[in-house]
Nanobody, 124 residues
Framework: QVQLVESGGGLVQAGGSLRLSCAAS????????MGWFRQAPGKEREVVAG????????RYADSVKGRFTISRDNTKKTLYLQMNSLKHEDTALYYC?????????????????WGQGTQVTVPS
């Protein structure tokens, strides 16, 4: 069972930045594809970004391309999401997810393990 714990969320003004972290318990973290998802009130969970085992392949939602960067440190078993130029529409509960697969998934049902989420709020 993989345990994931997100941190780094908060309230930030539009145009500001935040860096989210996701610490994993799994010692074979380096063999898991990882992803960030978000869910706003009344909306479905949507992909933000995904990253492959070694970090060589990344995928982003069109809405965050050029503003967000996903990365991972396998030695620290930690996933990151650097969020710049934040907008009100980025407000959501952000989740990290893991799956023991090589291909980077972009759908929630492609990930077996989930964290509890960290809230990001960007006031309008």
């Amino acid at each position: 069972q993989v345990q994931l714990v997100e941190s780094g969320g908060g309230l930030v003004q539009a145009g500001g930045s935040l860096r989210l972290s996701c610490a994993a318990s799994e010692r074979t973290f380096s063999r898991y594809a990882m992803g960030w998802f978000r869910q706003a009130p009344g909306k479905e969970r949507e992909v933000v970004a995904g990253i492959s085992w070694g970090g060589t392949t990344t995928r982003y939602a069109d809405s965050v391309k050029g503003r967000f960067t996903i990365s991972r440190d396998n030695t620290k078993k930690t996933l990151y999401l650097q969020m710049n130029s934040l907008k009100h529409e980025d407000t959501a509960l952000y989740y990290c997810a893991a799956d023991p697969r090589f291909v980077v998934g972009i759908r929630p049902n492609e990930y077996a393990y989930w964290g509890q989420g960290t809230q990001v709020t960007v006031p309008s």
